[in-house]
């Protein structure tokens, strides 16, 4: 498994931080980070305190079954899509019982997927006031999409817990 840049290690911290010190709790469905968002927030000690815990929903049909996104946006869109991103947030909070919950979608290569180019990512959270959608595209190989994607799912997140505030 590859590791975490500094930067990711430094946002899982303080996303760790912030959310207990407002007394809420987290959650996240990733597919093409499978895993790894809920991870790096893991590897912060304390982190028991605020992650409610994540879905890999890394088939339609889990992302179906389990987080509720409509398969009829699914057979349309595809999976690699903004509103697929946001339905899936909206489960993962669901699911877990989180007063918040983030989701990453996307192409980490080596080829397209559903008609979208490699570095295609969408990052989605909900939370008690909305959901809200990030569009990106990153540049690199698969680790290096998935690491990106990673930290842009914890920047969004602690940029939400913060306008919440």
């Not at 490699?118 to 569009?135: E, H, K, Y």
């Amino acid at each position: 498994m590859g590791s975490i840049a500094g930067g990711e290690a430094t946002t899982a911290r303080e996303v760790v931080e912030a959310f207990i010190a407002r007394g809420v709790t987290a959650a996240t469905a990733e597919s093409l980070t499978a895993g790894l968002v809920a991870a790096t927030i893991a590897d912060v000690a304390g982190a028991s305190a605020m992650l409610r815990g994540g879905v890999v929903s890394y088939s339609s049909e889990v992302k179906a079954d389990v987080l509720g996104v409509s398969r009829e946006l699914l057979d349309a869109a595809g999976s690699v899509d903004a509103e697929v991103a946001r339905q899936m947030a909206d489960g993962a909070r669901r699911v877990c019982g989180a007063d918040y919950g983030v989701a990453t979608t996307g192409v980490a290569g080596p080829e397209p997927h559903d008609g979208k180019p490699v570095g295609t990512v969408f990052v989605a959270v909900a939370g008690p006031t909305g959901t809200t959608v990030g569009s990106y595209r990153f540049d690199g190989d698969r680790p290096a999409i998935r690491t990106a994607a990673t930290r842009a799912a914890l920047v969004r997140l602690l940029e939400a817990l913060r306008a919440d505030a």
